[in-house]
């Protein structure tokens, strides 16, 4: 152990790079596994002592007094260098699954956030293609309300056959004109449906009766009954 000990201090003054360095100390290391044959294993440690130096359990203080025979021991060096890479394998592989956990840790609290934040929200489609776009605060009585769930945080609205694309504005209120829902969107031709996408951002109100109202900018609403199952 001397040997090498002594041998990677002169390498260490003579600027040798990183690679050159190791390639010299594992051809001394090759060298110590031969030049020091002990057939009889003559005050050799017992393979404890050696796995626990080899996984730096043991206190250096009480490590010491092995250094000089594993440093002129071919058998114990031998020995001590398989134990020191099972060691580092173990450890490199310990950690590779701790980070593994992290992240799987990481995914699954991301996931649960986003589930939780969501709240089990949907999208769902309101198609208007076959309704009238009669003007007014109050629904055609004629046609049956439109079906939508409670827990709906997106609307993918198909305007009325002929609808222009652009700006519209939308609203959600009870049947006794209180507001739950208010914002806008941008509607656009998509395959000859003019497709008007809401972002609710929230579950909307508790099941019952409300009142769905579309305008583009500056123009009247067109209103229709709606069912919050």
């Known amino acids: 152990m ?20 190791k390639r010299i100390l594992d051809a001394l290391g090759r060298g110590l596994l031969k030049e020091f044959p002990n057939p009889n294993r003559v005050g050799c440690p017992g393979s404890e002592v050696l796995k626990r130096i080899s996984s730096r359990e043991m206190p250096l203080s009480e490590a010491e007094k092995w250094l000089d025979h594993l440093g002129s021991c071919s058998p114990c060096y031998r020995d001590f260098s398989q134990l020191r890479t099972a060691y580092r394998q173990r450890r490199t592989r310990m950690i590779l699954a701790a980070a593994a956990s992290v992240l799987i840790v990481v995914g699954l609290t991301t996931w649960a956030m986003l589930r939780q934040h969501n709240g089990g929200q949907i999208s769902a489609v309101v198609d208007l293609r076959d309704r009238s776009m009669a003007r007014g605060t109050e629904p055609p009585v004629t046609e049956p309300a439109l079906q939508l769930p409670r ?31 208010s914002g806008t969107g941008v509607a656009k031709l998509n395959e000859g449906v003019t497709v008007l996408p809401i972002d609710l951002g929230r579950s909307l109100a508790k099941p019952g009766d409300y009142l769905l109202q579309i305008r583009r900018h500056n123009s009247e609403w067109v209103s229709f009954s709606v069912q919050i199952r």
Not at 2 to 21: D, I, P, Q
């Open 2 to 21: 001397h040997r090498v000990e002594e041998s990677e201090a002169k390498l260490n003054g003579k600027g040798y790079s990183t690679a050159e360095e």
């Open 151 to 181: 827990n709906v945080a997106h609307l993918d609205i198909y305007l009325p056959l002929g609808s222009n694309d652009g700006p519209y504005d939308l609203r959600i209120s009870s049947v006794g004109n209180e507001l739950f829902f």
